[in-house]
């Protein structure tokens, strides 16, 4: 069973850089799990952010930025802003028309 | 500019089939390059893929709730639906429907956007 990994929680500072993470327990990621991450606030819907690994969603600000890095596909939010106090998901495609989402990680700006 | 809205009952008995209608405004579900999906949330907890319903008729479905879910069309161009049999309490969640775009001779493909999500709570 395919199961995809984040960090719970992560802390930064108004202005600070952040550096999510999305993982597999068995393997590697690469640009053919076609990385997405999502933000969702608490009470609302998920929003895209990224896909594809680093094309931005219409209306996205340039401050988040996806990557590869290492064996991890990553969401990096450089100048962080209160609004980008939330949950963000990542998910992966597996093939075969599967995708699978990691548990999510809860960003605190304070 | 695509909008998708979830629609369902809001509870459930155990044991009964959960379905649920996505309605796409400004948009077809017909359109070429463009597919669906169902994703759900329980409670306080993450996000989980149930399935994909692609334009031409080709569907992918969690393997841990694919012996229980149904996805279709229909004849209609605005909405597609979603049918979750035997229901128990661990189904339970928030219900979102997404577009899935999806490139012409290419695995590559994403959702977006999201609908708002529905509620459905599994309860005698």
């Known amino acids: 069973q395919t199961v995809v990994t984040q960090e719970p929680s992560f802390s930064v500072s108004p202005g600070g850089t952040v550096t999510l993470t999305c993982g597999l327990t068995?393997?590697?990621?690469?640009?053919?799990?076609?990385p997405s991450w999502f933000q969702q606030p608490p009470g609302q819907a998920p929003r895209t952010l990224i896909y594809?690994?680093?094309t931005r969603s219409s209306g996205v600000p340039g401050r988040f930025s996806g990557s590869i890095l290492g064996n991890k596909a990553a969401l990096t939010i450089t100048g962080a802003q209160a609004d980008d106090d939330s949950n963000y998901y990542c998910?992966?495609?597996?093939?075969?028309?599967?995708?699978?989402f990691g548990g999510g990680t809860k960003v605190t700006v304070l | 500019q695509v909008r998708l809205q979830e629609s369902g009952p809001g509870l459930v008995k155990p044991s009964e089939t959960l379905s649920l209608t996505c309605t796409v405004s400004?948009?077809?579900?017909?359109?070429?390059?463009?597919?669906w999906a169902w994703v759900r949330q329980p409670p306080g907890k993450g996000l989980e893929w149930i399935g994909s319903?692609?334009?031409?008729?080709?569907?992918s479905y969690n393997p841990s709730l694919e012996s229980r879910v149904t996805m279709s069309t229909g004849m209609s161009k605005n909405h597609f639906s979603m049918q979750l049999n035997s229901v128990t309490a661990a189904d339970t969640a928030i219900y979102y429907c997404?577009?899935?775009?999806?490139?012409?001779?290419?695995?590559?493909?994403?959702?977006?956007?999201w609908g708002q999500g529905t509620l459905v709570t599994v309860s005698s």
């Open positions: 997404a577009r899935l775009v999806r490139l012409p001779a290419s695995d590559d493909n994403w959702f977006d956007p």
């Open positions: 400004g948009g077809s579900v017909f359109t070429t390059n463009y597919n």
């Open positions: 319903l692609y334009r031409n008729g080709f569907t």
């Open positions: 068995s393997g590697s990621v690469s640009p053919i799990n076609y």
């Open positions: 594809t690994t680093n």
């Open positions: 998910a992966l495609y597996m093939g075969r028309g599967v995708w699978v």
